[in-house]
Every structure is written in structure tokens, then in C-alpha cells.
């Protein structure tokens, strides 16, 4: 458990497959829990060894599955949504219909969405749009210039002052810096959409016959390996990528203004990724949530990937994954922040 919790010090440009090990936290932390139990019913005195994993990866387990005494979020506190659509699916909404991922967004009361694979409904590819730019007085799209680029959306309640886009190598990802005017005040806002795992649906299902052992011991060690290349080549493209987001925040945190950031990581929380962007930030989730909040939801795929981080000048509260909302492959996450000066 050791190992796998402090993955997330390892780059993947050096070291190609370790990083993928922190997709195992879960099983090493419930491997360590098994142990703990055994013991404590058979010899306890050996329990101290699953105790002392937990308290040195302590950090870890909090980061994966945080336990906070939960607290409402005062009068005014600005609530933010970050939400991966995936192109707003379902993408049979009849032409009088609403999307059901729009009528979500419109009912979150939201004051700041941030928006992923925002692309067009086949259907109505205007009227999604529409819809909820007519609900926030300013919004912004943009999109990756390339074939398939995926489209990031912003709808605010707070004035857009300008926008500018973070330098990085990718083919289809990108990330969008903004400056709001938050009651007075300039706020730095990032909307991410990092590099994806590159899965296709076929390797999604191999994945999810392997999870669940139902594939012969021959085809589930090749397949293993395929999975793990896979997912390293991911990790080392993000890699590049949250150095780029990491170095635009601390030159913006350098000049005094204070962040948001918001979006789609495409990794765990034991990740490379995660801890270089959330350096010196407050992950909301961590701070504020319960429980794993499993973010990413399909083909027996159950990671937290989707985050809101925000700097000292801001405090959250009652960060969640909201598993209602079923019609992506993501769940959308959901915190309210209010200001408490610079420090």
C-alpha cells in the first residue's frame, strides 16, 4: 500500500508503468482493512502492522477516500459544477424536448459551470447552447483547432475579462484559462480537459471481463500488460500537460490572484497529475467530501478524475460527486467556495 500510495511522486517520463499503480488504491487499502480485521480477531497484537501502513500512508488514503464532518455552505457562498458531458448524451432528445444533462445544469442553481467534452447533440446542436446561455448572462466556448478537438463550455454569473489558452501538446485536449470579476475581485478560473487514458470501448470491456475474472488466465495476462502500456502512454502525455497548467497557476498566483480550477484530469487522485496541478491548492473534494466520490462511472471503470481546486483565498465546502445525474459516463462535482481574504 506504501508503493501504491506514493505513486504519485513518480514522473511517467522516467519511470513508464509505476504511476498506472495508483489505479490499485482502493485494493490495496482494502487488502490492508482485510488484514486489520483478521488480526484483531485472531492475534491482535499483529494488527499494529496494518495500523502503522495506514497511519505512513495516511495522506494517501485521506486523498483517495476522505471522511469530514460535513458542513452547509453559508448564504452567498459561490457554488461551482464542473461536469465531463460527454457530448451531451443521451443524443435522441426530440426536437421539444430539453437535453437532460441542460436541465440539470439549469437546475444546479450553479453560479460558475465548467463544461468538457461539450460538443454538439446530434439532434440539436444549437439549442443545447441556447438553452443555457439564456440562463448565465456570460458564457464562452472553445475548441481544440483540430479534428474531434473537444470543446470546453463556460457559463458565469460573474463578467468573463478575458481568456487565454494554456500551452501544451495535445491532439484533441486542451485547457482554458479565464479572469473573472468576482464581486470586485480578478479570479483566475483553468477549465481542464487533460489527456484521456486512450481506452477504446473494446479495451474498456476487456477491462471490465478482467475485473471481474471472466476472462482464461492466458488471455488475462496479455491483456494486462496491453492495459497497463496503455495506460502508461496516457500518464506520460499528461504528464507535459499538468506541468504546462502547474507553471501558468503559480505565475498567475505569483502576481496575486487568486484560482479556480476546475475539470477533467483523466487520473486518480494518486496521480502524477493530481498532485503537481493541486500543488499548493485546496482540493475541494479532499477538504470537504466523504467517501471515494467516484466520478468516472462506466465499464466497471470507478475513479475520482474529475476535480475543483481552489487557492488559500477561497474556502469550500460540501464538495460531492453527484451520482444523480446518470446520462454521461461522468458524474458531475459540485462545491461552493466563499472568499476569506489573501493570505
Request: some cysteine; glycine content about 6%.
Amino acid at each position: 500500500m506504501i508503493l501504491i500510495g506514493y505513486t504519485d511522486h513518480i514522473d511517467p517520463r522516467q519511470h513508464f508503468l509505476l504511476p498506472s499503480l495508483g489505479l490499485a488504491m482502493p485494493m490495496a487499502m482494502g487488502v490492508n482493512v482485510v488484514f486489520l480485521i483478521f488480526w484483531l480477531l485472531n492475534r491482535s497484537k499483529f494488527a499494529v502492522v496494518p495500523i502503522i501502513g495506514f497511519l505512513l500512508c495516511w495522506g494517501p488514503v485521506r486523498r483517495y477516500c476522505p471522511v469530514n464532518i460535513p458542513s452547509d455552505p453559508p448564504k452567498g457562498a459561490i457554488k461551482v459544477l464542473s461536469f465531463n458531458v460527454f457530448m451531451f448524451n443521451p443524443w435522441n432528445t426530440n426536437q421539444d424536448e430539453t437535453n437532460p444533462i441542460v436541465d440539470y445544469i439549469l437546475n444546479s442553481g450553479a453560479d460558475i459551470v465548467c463544461l468538457q467534452e461539450a460538443s454538439y447533440d446530434l439532434q440539436n446542436p444549437e439549442k443545447i447552447y441556447s438553452t443555457l446561455a439564456s440562463a448565465y448572462e456570460y458564457s464562452d466556448t472553445v475548441q481544440k483547432s483540430s479534428p474531434q478537438g473537444d470543446i470546453l463550455a463556460l457559463y458565469s454569473r460573474y463578467p468573463i475579462i478575458s481568456r487565454e489558452r494554456i500551452k501544451y501538446d495535445s491532439r484533441y485536449n486542451l485547457s482554458e484559462a479565464y479572469v473573472l470579476n468576482i464581486n470586485g475581485q480578478k479570479v483566475l478560473l483553468v477549465n481542464n480537459h487533460l489527456e484521456s487514458v486512450g481506452l477504446s470501448q473494446e479495451d474498456k470491456t476487456s477491462f471490465s471481463r478482467l475485473v471481474h475474472g471472466e476472462m482464461q488466465q492466458g488471455s488475462s495476462k496479455k491483456e494486462s500488460k496491453f492495459l497497463l502500456r496503455k495506460l502508461g502512454e496516457g500518464s506520460e502525455k499528461r504528464a507535459s500537460q499538468a506541468d504546462a497548467v502547474a507553471d501558468y497557476i503559480a505565475k498567475k498566483r505569483s502576481e496575486g490572484m487568486s484560482v479556480i480550477v476546475c475539470g477533467d484530469f483523466n487520473d486518480s487522485p494518486i496521480s502524477y497529475t493530481h498532485r503537481r496541478i493541486a500543488r499548493g491548492l485546496t482540493d475541494c473534494y479532499v477538504a470537504t467530501g466523504n467517501g471515494p466520490g467516484w466520478s468516472y462511472h462506466k465499464s466497471s471503470i470507478h475513479v475520482r478524475i474529475d476535480n475543483i481546486l481552489c487557492s488559500s483565498e477561497w474556502k469550500p465546502y460540501a464538495a460531492k460527486v453527484d451520482n444523480t445525474c446518470p446520462y454521461s459516463d461522468h458524474y458531475p462535482i459540485i462545491c461552493w467556495l466563499t472568499p476569506r481574504g489573501k493570505r
